[in-house]
């Protein structure tokens, strides 16, 4: 007898039949609301970091800037960011934009020759400072003049060396503001003295607006880092805390626009407001930067207090009194209460008992005392000196309108009464 070669199940049938039965009536189901969602689960473990978005790009250099944005890049070539820091190139003297008006850096300090000299610090306008070939500043024996000022006329100061820090062995950690691309490990050009490395000597176009390969590369597609805040100047024009204006031997410390302006009315109002940060400050060029790189003068928002209650000020410029040059950078002349670089704190105390300084004399106070701002002039060489309830008296209301002269009151007339008894 032959094997049946098929063995069903019996319940097979049934099986199938339900399968075919519930394809049949899938249609017509109707399945009720989703739920809410459970609870979120536990979060996973962070992933690894990714690369900065800056660290495939690399530095182009700021005359790759300037073949499409010439005009931004003639004015800046022109400023003193870019001169903060010159490399001396086969035993030849820095040239700087303005040398002839400032004189130039003609000579390296006493007894070095310009092989000796590495790099030149400065020279743009105020001072030059010299790095030697191990990397350190040059700052000589125990009372060598290693320092070069420039003639400042406001100060009636000759060109002169005089001493910086002398005796001392000073290495280069500047190159954070004085660089582009700086970078705290190595040594540049393998000088021990100098801390870290940079890509271009100077404040470069890049050393604000970031790396601009991938820029360069795609104009359109990749746009450069716009930072207008007054955060961005002040990582640099900033000395220790922004809370605090160091002072010493009299003066504010240089380098404190960041400062000053912290400890101002004006810090909601950012560098770039008044100032252009391609043009330089302190030179104009009849064509190029024409308004010494302002962009918006006082008097544009300040437009009611243009009236002066002294009339001999009116050949004054707002800056003359509310940026005194009461900062020192190169040198200054107690004497004739003046420094070298402008406050940027604006606002007047009209005090004539307020201090400027901390009784130590290590900080200033956050406003401008009418000595420091009055002073300047009236010291007694350019104008006579007042005494400081002289300045207050002069002070108060120096802005306010003049009060009209009232028309006189016509006389009245008088009607002649009769004489009792006439």
């Known amino acids: 007898m032959a094997n049946n070669k098929w063995n069903f199940h019996p319940l097979l049938p049934v099986l199938l039949f339900l399968v075919v039965l519930a394809a049949c009536f899938e249609s017509e189901i109707e399945y009720g609301p989703i739920g809410p969602a459970g609870p979120a689960g536990p979060i996973g473990p962070a992933g690894p970091a990714g690369d900065d978005a800056t660290a495939s790009q690399e530095f182009t250099g700021s005359g790759r800037c300037g073949q499409c944005h010439e005009a931004q890049y003639d004015s800046f070539i022109l400023s003193g960011h870019p001169q903060s820091l010159t490399k001396i190139e086969n ?31 400065g020279g743009f306008k105020w001072k030059a ?12 024996d ?6 070069f000022n420039f003639a400042n006329d406001f100060l009636n100061a000759g060109a002169a060396w005089v001493p910086y820090s002398a005796g001392e062995e000073i290495p280069f950690t500047c190159g954070r503001c004085h660089t582009t691309g700086y ?4 040594h540049q050009d393998n000088l021990e003295g100098i801390v870290g490395t940079w890509e271009f000597s100077g404040v470069q176009c890049e050393a604000c607006h970031g790396p601009g390969s991938r820029h360069t590369s795609d104009p359109g597609g990749v746009r450069m880092v716009i930072d207008r805040s007054s955060q961005m100047c002040g990582e640099c024009h900033i000395r220790g805390d922004a809370s605090v204006i160091e002072a010493a031997d009299g003066f504010e410390r240089h380098n404190q626009q960041y400062n000053d302006l912290f400890n101002s009315k004006h810090f909601a109002i950012t560098c770039v407001a008044c100032h252009d940060p391609h043009a330089s400050a302190v030179f104009a060029d009849s064509d190029l930067n024409p308004n010494q790189g302002m962009i918006s003068r006082c008097e544009n928002c300040h437009w009611q207090n243009t009236v002066r209650k002294v009339r001999i000020h009116a050949r004054l410029d707002c800056i003359d009194c509310h940026m005194p040059r009461m ?10 209460m003046r420094g070298d670089i402008r406050s940027h704190q604006f606002a007047i105390n009209f005090d004539p008992n307020a201090p400027q300084f901390r009784e130590d004399g ?5 406003y401008l005392t009418l000595n420091s701002v009055c002073g300047q002039c009236h010291n007694g060489e350019d104008a006579r000196q ?11 209301g120096y802005h306010d309108l003049p009060t009209p002269t009232p028309e006189p009151l016509p006389t009245p007339e008088v009607e002649a009464t009769a004489t009792p008894g006439s």
């Open 183 to 186: 970078q705290t490990e190595g």
């Open 91 to 121: 035993g030849q003297p820095p040239v700087f934009p303005y040398d002839a008006i400032t004189g130039g850096v003609l000579e390296p300090p006493s007894g070095l020759p310009w092989e000796d000299i590495s790099y030149a610090i």
């Open 327 to 336: 900062a020192v950078s190169a040198q200054g002349n107690l004497d004739l």
């Open 129 to 140: 400072l010299f790095i030697d070939r191990q990397g350190h500043i040059v700052t000589g």
């Open 386 to 396: 007042k005494d400081p309830e002289e300045l207050a008296a002069a002070a108060r």
């Open 362 to 366: 290590s900080q200033v106070m956050p």
């Open 142 to 147: 125990a009372g060598a003049a290693t320092q």
